[in-house]
């Protein structure tokens, strides 16, 4: 039996060293495109929530329709300027976005942007919470999934994900309260930390606004449980919905990754199944769960309107729900104007980091 | 000459050919889903015959029915802070469900693949924006792209029809660029076909080619997106509801809705206002994904590959179907 061996061709110092030039010049372009990208994305969706809220008419008299006679209507529309023609109101509204002016609140005269800086820590807690529990819930249990996959126990987790998914959050959100909060009694109904906690860790010096970071630093353990038995049920309802994905997610990958040939060359040497998911199936496979994570950024932020709704936590989605039902579209144009920025933004990072992990998704 | 033998028209269905195809668990999974969702659809056709009264009924001859009174006789899941009956409520709520996912999915699919075939086929400048638009509302979070449409269409609050058409229209608009992805990537892989090339050397045009030669091979994913965004659609017209841009209850029986009045509920220990809606929600979601799920593992070689590794087919049924249908009837 004959077989002719290719040899590779030799590979010269100053060919590495030109491969290697091409491969980071690739990287700086790809982080180059995907900045630029930022822009149209905040574009369109800016100018489509726009479009949107403007078909309805205009917001004061969405907002005073009831409240006020119709001189002082009009009145109200021409000083705020919305009887202009819609474009020269557009044309407007685009320069302000993109000098970081997102209006004023209608209905209690905030400039949204302070909305945000008040109340988007508050998101920001909950949704590191969220990570953290999806984290620990699904990235083992994926694991066992796959290495015990097509067994009983791997049905069990597989169903298990498909509730995590199939459960609305704020459906899961009540159970939980209903369970937990009001028949044992164990932990609070609602809120991001009682009335005294809440007060002074309000009034300490140079507040972050991350009830948990500026609890730690008070020093007080009292405050430090108080917020974190607030945090545990939201934390929870949020982390369970991203825990499903990544569950899912891990199975699937690691299953790919255990049938590739250099695990059967693993298995072929004596190296035992344990050993195997855990050191070699499991780190390629994590790889995806990164790019993943862009795109859970968005259902995050869409699980925490309905997360704060349910434990009435003063985040922005409670804001946003808030100024919903208060019928002020300024304020809602305005908030979620500005988490397009936020997603934006946030893809972008997360796909920069994507890139330094996986070559293969540089352009 | 013979023609090679195909399978029977009835096998070669969608649901039919994998039910066949799958085994074991998989066909535990994919039957789970089938009877939930059956089920569901079953409830929602006769909706008027099960449910003891109707959705926005308050009295009957003996009366107000009387706010959250626990499940009983008379009302076998309770009563709502609003003075519904929940089984009634619950059962009515099948009939909205489905209507807004027929009309969501049916609306995004004609957009939706209609935009993917042009934006594929046709290329240039047109591809481009198409593609940046789409990938723009595909990253931003769906529920409140949904508030904003809802807003638009319905004002907030509706009548049956108004309020299905603003949660349908709210959820197209957010599904469509999924539609329009996958379209798109497949109408760019068929339309470098040989086949293809042939049609224009005859003579056929443009038009033609997209629908009759492209557009029919492009479809093999649409039956996974479906199920996907079927389950997505119910959940996202159970959240307007719940946060109060849904279908008013006079109009319709609608779970999100249902869910936001039991907010007040919870804290004082009635259980029945949520718990029944919520599972509704939570079982058609459940039957809808395991099909998808199942659907999904059978057209990804990287999830069969084990079996066909099995010395034989005999074997690998031997191997993985008794236990495993034995644990999902104790899981289901």
Redesign the interface.
Same mark, same amino acid.
């Given at each position: 039996m004959t077989t002719t061996v290719e040899t590779p061709p030799p590979v010269t110092p100053e060919a590495s060293r030109r491969a290697r030039r091409r491969a980071s010049g690739s990287l700086g372009r790809y982080i180059f495109v995907r900045f630029l990208l930022i822009f149209p994305t905040v574009f369109i969706l800016v100018t489509m929530v726009f479009v949107f809220m403007r078909l309805i008419g205009d917001p004061i008299t969405a907002a005073l329709g009831g409240r006020l006679g119709a001189d002082e209507l009009a009145e109200r529309r021409h000083e705020a300027g919305y009887d202009r023609p819609l474009i020269v109101q557009y044309f407007e509204y685009i320069g302000q976005v993109f000098t970081g002016n997102f209006g004023t609140t209608l209905t209690d005269n905030q400039p949204v942007v302070d909305v945000l800086l008040r109340y988007g820590t508050a998101t920001l807690e909950l949704a590191i919470y969220a990570l953290l529990v999806a984290f620990i819930v699904g990235i083992p249990l994926g694991m066992l999934a796959a290495a015990i996959r097509d067994r009983w126990g791997d049905a069990v987790l597989r169903v298990f994900a498909i509730l995590c998914y199939a459960t609305p959050v704020f459906f899961a959100g009540l159970v939980l309260k209903l369970i937990f909060s009001v028949w044992l009694g164990w932990l609070p109904v609602s809120g991001r930390a009682g009335v005294r906690t809440e007060l002074s860790l309000g009034r300490q010096d140079g507040a972050t606004g991350i009830y948990l970071i500026d609890a730690i630093r008070s020093g007080n353990p009292a405050y430090i449980s108080d917020v974190l038995q607030h945090a545990v049920l939201p934390g929870i309802t949020l982390g369970l919905l991203t825990a499903g994905i990544f569950l899912r997610l891990v199975r699937t990958n690691v299953i790919g990754t255990l049938s590739m040939p250099y695990v059967d060359a693993a298995r072929s040497r004596g190296v035992r199944e344990y050993r195997l998911v855990r050191r070699h199936a499991y780190k390629p496979a994590l790889i995806p769960i990164v790019t993943v994570i862009g795109l859970q950024i968005a259902l995050l932020l869409g699980g925490a309107v309905l997360t704060e709704t349910t434990f009435e936590w003063q985040g922005l989605g409670f804001q946003l729900t808030h100024y919903l039902s208060a019928r002020d579209f300024v304020a809602v144009q305005g908030i979620v104007a500005l988490l397009a920025v936020i997603v934006a933004l946030s893809n972008f990072v997360v796909d920069i980091i994507a890139a330094l992990i996986d070559p293969r998704v540089r352009y | 000459m013979a023609r090679p033998r195909r399978a029977s028209l009835l096998a070669r269905l969608p649901i039919v050919h994998q039910l066949r195809q799958s085994v074991?668990?998989q066909r535990?999974?994919l039957v789970a889903g089938l009877v939930i969702t059956g089920v569901f659809l079953l409830t929602a056709a006769l909706a008027p015959l099960i449910a003891p009264y109707g959705f926005a009924q308050l009295r009957d001859e003996n009366g107000l029915f009387g706010a959250q009174q626990p499940p009983s006789a008379g009302h076998l899941l309770g009563t709502t802070v609003g003075g519904y009956d929940v089984l009634s409520r619950v059962i009515w709520g099948t009939q909205t469900a489905f209507l807004v996912i027929v009309v969501a999915v049916i609306l995004s699919i004609f957009i939706g693949v209609f935009l993917g075939l042009i934006s594929g086929y046709i290329g240039g400048w047109i591809d481009r924006v198409l593609v940046? @638009?789409a990938?723009?509302?595909f990253?931003? %979070?769906?529920?409140?792209?949904a508030?904003?449409?809802a807003? $638009?269409i319905s004002?907030?609050q509706s009548s049956l029809w108004g309020g299905v058409a603003a949660a349908a229209v709210s959820i197209t608009v957010v599904f469509i660029p999924q539609y329009f992805r996958v379209i798109r990537a497949e109408t760019v892989r068929v339309k470098s076909e040989a086949f293809v090339e042939s049609a224009r050397v005859i003579g056929a045009r443009a038009p033609r080619i997209m629908f009759r030669h492209v557009l029919r091979n492009s479809t093999r994913t649409l039956p996974l997106i479906f199920t996907l965004n079927a389950?997505e659609a119910i959940?996202t017209l159970?959240?307007l509801g719940?946060?109060?841009?849904g279908i008013q209850p006079t109009s319709a029986a609608e779970w999100?809705y249902d869910?936001n009045k039991?907010?007040a509920d @919870?804290?004082?220990?009635i259980?029945w206002t %949520?718990?029944f809606p919520?599972l509704a929600?939570?079982l058609v $979601?459940?039957g809808i994904?395991?099909i998808g799920?199942s659907l999904n593992d059978l057209a990804?070689p990287?999830?069969r590959?084990?079996r066909r590794l099995a010395a034989t087919p005999a074997d690998a049924v031997a191997e993985?179907a008794p236990?495993?249908r034995?644990?999902?009837g104790?899981?289901?």
């Amino acid at each position: 039996m004959t077989t002719t061996v290719e040899t590779p061709p030799p590979v010269t110092p100053e060919a590495s060293r030109r491969a290697r030039r091409r491969a980071s010049g690739s990287l700086g372009r790809y982080i180059f495109v995907r900045f630029l990208l930022i822009f149209p994305t905040v574009f369109i969706l800016v100018t489509m929530v726009f479009v949107f809220m403007r078909l309805i008419g205009d917001p004061i008299t969405a907002a005073l329709g009831g409240r006020l006679g119709a001189d002082e209507l009009a009145e109200r529309r021409h000083e705020a300027g919305y009887d202009r023609p819609l474009i020269v109101q557009y044309f407007e509204y685009i320069g302000q976005v993109f000098t970081g002016n997102f209006g004023t609140t209608l209905t209690d005269n905030q400039p949204v942007v302070d909305v945000l800086l008040r109340y988007g820590t508050a998101t920001l807690e909950l949704a590191i919470y969220a990570l953290l529990v999806a984290f620990i819930v699904g990235i083992p249990l994926g694991m066992l999934a796959a290495a015990i996959r097509d067994r009983w126990g791997d049905a069990v987790l597989r169903v298990f994900a498909i509730l995590c998914y199939a459960t609305p959050v704020f459906f899961a959100g009540l159970v939980l309260k209903l369970i937990f909060s009001v028949w044992l009694g164990w932990l609070p109904v609602s809120g991001r930390a009682g009335v005294r906690t809440e007060l002074s860790l309000g009034r300490q010096d140079g507040a972050t606004g991350i009830y948990l970071i500026d609890a730690i630093r008070s020093g007080n353990p009292a405050y430090i449980s108080d917020v974190l038995q607030h945090a545990v049920l939201p934390g929870i309802t949020l982390g369970l919905l991203t825990a499903g994905i990544f569950l899912r997610l891990v199975r699937t990958n690691v299953i790919g990754t255990l049938s590739m040939p250099y695990v059967d060359a693993a298995r072929s040497r004596g190296v035992r199944e344990y050993r195997l998911v855990r050191r070699h199936a499991y780190k390629p496979a994590l790889i995806p769960i990164v790019t993943v994570i862009g795109l859970q950024i968005a259902l995050l932020l869409g699980g925490a309107v309905l997360t704060e709704t349910t434990f009435e936590w003063q985040g922005l989605g409670f804001q946003l729900t808030h100024y919903l039902s208060a019928r002020d579209f300024v304020a809602v144009q305005g908030i979620v104007a500005l988490l397009a920025v936020i997603v934006a933004l946030s893809n972008f990072v997360v796909d920069i980091i994507a890139a330094l992990i996986d070559p293969r998704v540089r352009y | 000459m013979a023609r090679p033998r195909r399978a029977s028209l009835l096998a070669r269905l969608p649901i039919v050919h994998q039910l066949r195809q799958s085994v074991g668990l998989q066909r535990g999974m994919l039957v789970a889903g089938l009877v939930i969702t059956g089920v569901f659809l079953l409830t929602a056709a006769l909706a008027p015959l099960i449910a003891p009264y109707g959705f926005a009924q308050l009295r009957d001859e003996n009366g107000l029915f009387g706010a959250q009174q626990p499940p009983s006789a008379g009302h076998l899941l309770g009563t709502t802070v609003g003075g519904y009956d929940v089984l009634s409520r619950v059962i009515w709520g099948t009939q909205t469900a489905f209507l807004v996912i027929v009309v969501a999915v049916i609306l995004s699919i004609f957009i939706g693949v209609f935009l993917g075939l042009i934006s594929g086929y046709i290329g240039g400048w047109i591809d481009r924006v198409l593609v940046v @638009v789409a990938d723009a509302v595909f990253a931003f %979070p769906t529920l409140l792209l949904a508030i904003v449409a809802a807003i $638009v269409i319905s004002g907030g609050q509706s009548s049956l029809w108004g309020g299905v058409a603003a949660a349908a229209v709210s959820i197209t608009v957010v599904f469509i660029p999924q539609y329009f992805r996958v379209i798109r990537a497949e109408t760019v892989r068929v339309k470098s076909e040989a086949f293809v090339e042939s049609a224009r050397v005859i003579g056929a045009r443009a038009p033609r080619i997209m629908f009759r030669h492209v557009l029919r091979n492009s479809t093999r994913t649409l039956p996974l997106i479906f199920t996907l965004n079927a389950s997505e659609a119910i959940l996202t017209l159970a959240a307007l509801g719940f946060l109060g841009f849904g279908i008013q209850p006079t109009s319709a029986a609608e779970w999100g809705y249902d869910l936001n009045k039991a907010i007040a509920d @919870v804290t004082s220990g009635i259980w029945w206002t %949520p718990v029944f809606p919520g599972l509704a929600i939570v079982l058609v $979601v459940l039957g809808i994904t395991l099909i998808g799920e199942s659907l999904n593992d059978l057209a990804d070689p990287r999830l069969r590959a084990r079996r066909r590794l099995a010395a034989t087919p005999a074997d690998a049924v031997a191997e993985s179907a008794p236990a495993s249908r034995d644990a999902m009837g104790e899981v289901l």
